[in-house]
């Protein structure tokens, strides 16, 4: 059969990933759900495995192009200056799984799969080789089978299939609802001409046929339907992570590999077609706010929505150096007698009673062990810490009159503090989301 272009077709690719490849882990379904979709985020916070939280998105503004030149726009997604950062819901359910390997996630309709290994082989209260299914619509559990020997896969959804790419191996899992769960499993297929841990970028084709994945020098292609490889051209996808075919728009959108924050989009994939990128930069501009990570979940509908996972990390408290300083002004005005000092007459009652170097200087501790901490090197950090949000900034997409691609004033942004008891790993991946 000839090898499709990429170009048209209708079904949009949701795929998921983790951080070496920026981007989103939703799935694509075959016909669209008939309940109310939400954002599900996922979090390694229970002593188990993992928690599921279901977050209804805000509606997005309607979609009014402006004619007035950009800089004159007052844009609904420049959030206040104090954003107000929201508990997250309780979870709706609660699943045992290894922690720390955020990347063992997919979603295949309204089913979220956990795909981890599971090597606690005597006395696990789930067998090793199994396949846990969450339908979060029912929030029922059922089983299928296992994906054995996975190391770090790249899991990948084409209608009710997903494709687990893995060091040394590429598998298959078909979830057809006609088909009953205890007669699935993992059917191996041809090894693809490129290492796992080299993919940049990847999508389905917008056909639904053909799955692309990228290194940083060539593009392959597999055939679904003749389960074949070949190399499709010799450059790299131009995105960071997975890209989404826009029925809507006819386009493949995903986050720029150069500059995080603009999105980039081209109609065709491989080859010489021009990618181009939006004007508009949906990152946080906060200076107080560090990136972290980033999750591109496309949402659909007539006008075609997305929503911007990010996680940031605000610095509190005061480092050490920080406050050594405040302790020597202290010192200073004692000293001298005076000065402009707010906390002078307190100091001097506190050494009146005996309270010698520590003075009023309990933020502080006592000077000595300050002192210690920068002379071990760890003047810089101190009491400061870090603390997590989840940047959740919901959006449409269209074009101009020129054919950039803007979201046109419908913006909206929210924060959400994100569960004290995650692990480590899930700052080093992009977010768990999906829209289902």
């Not at 694509?28 to 939280?53: A, C, K, M, N, V």
């Not at 000065?339 to 309270?355: S, T």
């Not at 901490?373 to 760890?378: I, Q, R, S, T």
Request: charged fraction near 25%; include cysteine.
């Amino acid at each position: 059969m000839p090898w499709p272009e990429g170009s048209r077709g209708e079904h949009d690719a949701h795929l998921p990933t983790g951080k070496r490849s920026l981007g989103e882990r939703d799935a694509p379904r075959t016909s669209e759900p008939t309940g109310q979709q939400h954002l599900y985020l996922i979090f390694d916070d229970w002593p188990w495995g993992y928690s599921i939280r279901k977050l209804k998105l805000p509606p997005r503004s309607p979609h009014q192009p402006s004619l007035r030149p950009l800089g004159q726009r007052r844009l609904r997604w420049r959030e206040p200056r104090r954003p107000e950062h929201k508990r997250l819901p309780p979870p709706c359910i609660c699943l045992e799984a290894t922690r720390c390997l955020p990347l063992f996630f997919a979603a295949v309709g309204t089913d979220i799969i956990a795909a981890h290994p599971r090597n606690d082989f005597w006395n696990a209260p789930v067998p090793k080789c199994i396949l846990p299914i969450v339908d979060v619509r029912s929030l029922g559990v059922r089983f299928g089978p296992g994906l054995l020997y996975s190391a770090q896969p790249i899991l990948i959804t084409v209608r009710d299939e997903v494709f687990a790419l893995d060091m040394g191996s590429f598998r298959m899992l078909s979830m057809k609802p006609l088909c009953p769960p205890h007669e699935w499993s993992w059917c191996d297929l041809p090894l693809p001409p490129l290492k796992s841990m080299d993919v940049t970028s990847f999508a389905v084709g917008s056909d639904g046929c053909t799955i692309f994945a990228s290194t940083n020098c060539a593009t392959f292609a597999f055939d679904i339907v003749n389960s074949e490889w070949k190399q499709f051209s010799n450059c790299s996808l131009p995105f960071a992570g997975p890209a989404k075919y826009v029925h809507v728009l006819d386009i493949f959108v995903g986050l720029s590999p150069d500059t995080y924050g603009p999105l980039c989009f081209c109609r065709k994939l491989g080859g010489d077609e021009k990618v181009r990128f939006s004007k508009e930069n949906l990152l946080s501009k906060d200076p107080a706010e560090s990136h972290v990570s980033v999750t591109l979940v496309y949402l659909g509908g007539s006008e075609p929505g997305f929503c911007l996972v990010e996680c940031v990390s605000i610095t509190e408290g005061k480092s050490v150096n920080m406050r050594l300083d405040e302790c020597d002004q202290l010192v200073k005005c004692v000293d001298e007698g005076g000065g402009n000092c707010g906390e002078l007459d307190q100091l001097k009652r506190n050494v009146d009673e005996g309270d010698g170097a520590s003075g009023s200087m309990h933020e502080c501790g006592e000077l000595d062990e300050l002192k210690k901490f920068v002379d071990e090197g760890d003047g810089a950090s101190g009491s400061m810490h870090d603390r997590y949000l989840y940047r959740l900034t919901t959006f449409s997409l269209s074009f101009d009159n020129n054919g950039d691609l803007m979201t046109g004033e419908t913006c909206v942004v929210q924060y959400y503090k994100v569960p004290e008891e995650v692990s480590e790993a899930i700052y080093l991946v992009n977010p768990v989301a999906f829209w289902l």
